[in-house]
């Protein structure tokens, strides 16, 4: 990820662990991101500014996957404390992306070393690194294929996110269901049609394909979700959704 060169406000950060974060120090490391993550009052937002394929492998614990660009432009997480991170100190995109944050007046922060490091540590992972190259179309599907796989049919995209997001922008066609009622819109499905569920939450997306997999319906997650398939300028709608199956 590359990002343009950011000029930014000095702000400052005090961490229980009485680690104080400026403008010159916006760096935490993985024990400290550990100690935040246990520790409600930071609400804390993990973001990982990787492309969709490699989060898709292997990722921080309940991180998400998404442009620090659209954070900012939606005003999402305003008040949270966000840590992002990219591959390693060779990407500076994570440092960067951190002081613009500051600028806007969030608490951000960049992870030292990023997900190298985090791994190098040996500090917990989860994705599909442990998943045989033959099985990962059970788990995800990627955007290109599924931009194809539309124009053929036997694919419906179910959008897992709030309302509000939905509306500023989804896959044209998606509906737009919560992980509670999901199971009723599967039912209306054609037999055999298999569900892509869209979310920019990965943690919420696989609750949505637990639900759908115990009522028997088969469900992939979107690789990278919807700010993957926007950044390649994938086909978007907007507005509310309508119920069109019968």
């Known amino acids: 990820?590359?990002?343009?060169?950011?000029?930014?406000?000095?702000?400052?950060?005090?961490?229980?662990?009485?680690?104080?974060?400026?403008?010159?120090?916006?760096?935490?490391?993985?024990?400290?991101?550990?100690?935040?993550?246990?520790?409600?009052?930071?609400?804390?937002?993990?973001?990982?500014?990787?492309?969709?394929?490699?989060?898709?492998?292997?990722?921080?614990?309940?991180?998400?996957?998404m442009p620090y660009t659209v954070i900012l432009s939606s005003g999402l997480y305003k008040e949270s404390t966000i840590v992002l991170y990219c591959e390693s100190d060779r990407c500076s995109a994570s440092k960067l992306a951190a002081k613009e944050f500051i600028t806007k007046g969030y608490t951000a922060m960049a992870l030292t070393g990023g997900f190298e490091r985090w791994k190098a540590q040996g500090y917990k992972t989860e994705g599909l690194y442990a998943v045989p190259p033959e099985k990962v179309e059970d788990k995800i599907i990627y955007p290109e294929v599924l931009r194809e796989k539309l124009k053929s049919g036997g694919y419906a995209v179910a959008d897992t996110r709030p309302a509000i997001e939905y509306k500023a922008a989804h896959i044209p066609g998606a509906a737009n269901r919560t992980v509670d009622n999901i199971a009723s819109f599967a039912a209306k499905l054609d037999k055999g049609v298999k569900i892509v569920i869209c979310d920019r939450d990965s943690r919420r997306a696989q609750k949505a394909i637990k639900a759908l997999k115990t009522q028997g319906f088969a469900?992939?997650?979107?690789?990278?979700?919807?700010?993957v398939w926007a950044g390649k300028k994938f086909p978007l709608a907007v507005g509310e959704y309508k119920e069109t199956l019968p």
Request: proline residues 4%; hydrophobic residues 40%; neutral net charge.
């Open 1 to 65: 990820m590359r990002t343009k060169k950011i000029t930014f406000v000095a702000s400052v950060l005090l961490l229980s662990t009485n680690t104080v974060f400026s403008s010159s120090n916006i760096e935490v490391g993985p024990m400290q991101l550990v100690t935040m993550s246990g520790n409600p009052a930071y609400k804390l937002v993990t973001v990982d500014t990787r492309g969709g394929s490699d989060f898709a492998n292997e990722h921080i614990p309940g991180a998400i996957n």
């Open 219 to 227: 469900a992939v997650e979107l690789s990278g979700g919807i700010v």
